[in-house]
């Protein structure tokens, strides 16, 4: 949709709205005053909205540094009693969890909101952990909305439990939610005119031990009234259709069930779970003792279905509870239709009347797997490395702990120079770790700029204080790229679009005592491959800062390029050295003869690795 549709002050509109705007919507018809992230897929589109807007909303706008800055940003501001906001994805959380779990103990003045995008299925993701653990470990409610509607209205609900209580909420969304699109109906806007608040020291926000002691009561009496609230709150709600079975479901699980419900015109009732914790007790009662069996549908973790074991016991009801736990339902990914009519096929005979002209074809799709662009400098990097590797003649395999970026694309071959990979930053941490644990095994370790302010720096200063060996290639892009191109502090603009100091990354690895510094243009390849060798041979930490912008913001200079990459046929010797080593997708062999194709973005480094010259500008 358009942009500035989102900025509608009118009431009543009806837009067709991606999840991740009617994220945006919702917090700015809750009168937001400041946001801040560090983006994330599958939430990065709300922070590339509000970057756009933030001037015209009158609403301060950040891309933090990482996470838990960005946790701490908009806990403190609504400590000043503004109502503010941050999101990220659920990886993200564990970065942001020592301080966000002490917000709900210091509790805020004003209202706070954290949305947070789960990703069923690992889509682009290192693993699949469900939020709603961590809501029920901090003591801090959470909502899950099952479409674009629902956030924006959810989100309205959400603040209002948080200027009650004084304490931060939590809305869980997923891939599938954050990026579906549906009609949304606007509340009304208002540009926010709050723009700065004042903190009053009441003795309760330094959660020293006798503080936190009674912080925590307090915390646990909130959520003891919040779970009242639950019981009647219209956000969970019972459809009965005079079943005796009955399907309990949240967030973009609901869809699917509804979606097999109507298209089967089964008979069944449904609770459909808005307002998830604190789990509404009662309420799931009174639905077991209506239901003689019933089916949890949720995505990931079976927490809604162990509550509602938990309370069947408790009371003595028992209706047979399906779900995970008994293998009703698969225990991971995300699901579907499919999967959901497959479930409820154990549990009630009904006729399949599914579309035949929908089924999946018996064909297998061909393998697609992801690659780095056509003229990545990334690639360039890689291929340097492995050239470098390699010319060493090593009877003992190199490491190459790697990074979360488009860069962790390095594990496929030919460039295989991804083997180990954890968590953002840790490329530099487990390299350390190698460092101590083998003293042949030559040690390259990748790392993108922004993950590189994000989580690199502490791990770095921990190598040169523990005296580790290995070289850290820095691949400075000049963006957050695999998030769709976000600023970060090495990036001078700041998430209002105004000019902001940029930070030197070869200044600050210098300033922590590294003496082996060398920034250079990766697409100069044999340059690299030297830089490689001198880096590997030093005995300590060295690092090399691979700098060149990635294609997302180097559009201009592509186009200005005057040359075109052409193949001199009679120079070829079908080498293959620039389809099998290099590997570009610009790059093909076709009836015997290496072409390139038209979205070469003529990067030159194939020109580079070509031994005879037969590759060359035009």
């Known amino acids: 949709m358009n942009i500035n549709e989102l900025l509608d002050s009118e009431k009543g509109n009806k837009r067709f709205m991606l999840g991740n705007e009617a994220a945006v919507r919702g917090v700015l018809e809750s009168g937001v005053s400041l946001a801040a992230t560090y983006p994330g897929t599958p939430s990065s589109e709300i922070g590339d909205i509000l970057f756009k807007i933030a001037k ?63 990703d069923p299925s690992t889509f682009s993701s290192q693993n699949e952990q469900d939020t709603r653990h961590f809501a029920r470990q901090a003591n801090i409610p959470l909502f899950e909305p099952s479409n674009p509607q629902e956030i924006k209205d959810f989100i309205h609900y959400a603040y209002d439990v948080s200027d009650k209580f004084n304490i931060p909420v939590i809305i869980r969304t997923t891939t599938r939610v954050s990026h579906m699109r549906g009609i949304v109906e606007t509340d009304e806007y208002t ?56 399907i309990i479901a949240s967030g973009g699980a609901y869809n699917y069930v509804a979606d097999v419900v109507n298209q089967n015109n089964l008979k069944v009732n449904i609770l459909k779970i808005g307002f998830s914790h604190p789990y509404p007790e009662q309420l799931v009662k009174k639905f077991l003792e209506d239901n003689d ?63 035949k002209a929908n089924e999946e074809s018996e064909i297998a ?67 350390c770790g190698f460092s101590k644990s083998t003293t042949q095994q030559p040690i390259i370790s990748f790392i993108g700029d922004s993950t590189f302010f994000h989580a690199g720096i502490p791990p770095l200063i921990n190598a040169v204080h523990n005296k580790n060996r290995f070289t850290l290639v820095i691949l400075d892009n000049r963006i957050t790229a695999m998030t769709g191109g976000q600023t970060n502090p090495g990036i001078p603009i700041d998430g209002m679009g105004d000019e902001a100091p940029a930070i030197s990354i070869g200044a600050l690895v210098k300033s922590i005592g590294i003496e082996f510094v060398k920034e250079i243009n990766p697409l100069n390849v044999k340059e690299m491959i030297e830089v ?63 072409t390139i194709d038209q979205v070469c973005n003529k990067c030159a480094v194939c020109t580079e690795v070509c031994p005879t010259n037969a590759i060359h500008k035009e």
């Open 365 to 431: 799709l061909p393998s697609r797997p992801a690659t780095l662009c056509s003229g990545c400098p990334h690639r360039a990097s890689y291929y340097a490395a492995r050239e470098a590797v390699n010319s060493l003649n090593l009877d003992i395999e190199s490491i190459h702990p790697s990074d979360i970026g488009c860069y962790t694309l390095g594990i496929a071959p030919p460039y295989k120079m991804a083997s180990y990979l954890m968590s953002m930053g840790a490329s530099v941490g487990t390299s």
């Open 56 to 118: 015209e909303a009158n609403i301060y706008f950040e891309f933090s540094s990482n996470e838990k800055v960005a946790i701490e940003v908009a806990a403190s501001a609504a400590s000043t009693g503004l109502r503010t906001f941050s999101f990220m994805k659920h990886v993200g959380v564990n970065v942001a969890a020592d301080s966000f779990m002490s917000s709900a103990y210091i509790g805020i003045e004003g209202s706070f909101l954290v949305l947070v995008a789960d």
């Open 191 to 246: 540009k926010n005119t709050k723009t700065y608040g004042e903190f009053k020291d009441t003795g309760l926000h330094v959660p020293v031990p006798e503080a936190a002691r009674v912080m925590h009561k307090n915390l646990v009496e909130k959520i003891r009234n919040i779970r009242e609230i639950s019981n009647e709150s219209p956000l969970n709600k019972i459809i009965d259709n005079g079943a005796n079975l009955g």
């Open 532 to 594: 490689y060798k001198e880096a590997l041979s030093y005995d300590g930490v060295s690092v090399i800062i691979a700098k060149y912008p990635c294609n997302l913001i180097n559009k201009q200079q592509i186009r200005e390029r005057n040359y075109r990459i052409v193949v001199d046929q009679d120079k070829c010797v079908h080498c293959n050295i620039c389809v099998n080593k290099l590997a570009c997708p610009s790059i093909n062999e076709i009836d015997g003869k290496i």
């Open 293 to 355: 069996e019933v089916l949890v549908v949720e995505e990931v973790d079976p927490i809604n279905e162990i509550e509602t074991l938990a309370i069947a016991g408790k009371y003595n009801i028992n209706t047979k509870i399906h779900g995970k736990c008994d293998e009703t339902l698969p225990e991971i990914f995300e699901y579907t239709p499919d999967i959901i009519f497959n479930s409820l096929q154990k549990l009630v005979s009904f006729e399949d009347k599914r579309n």
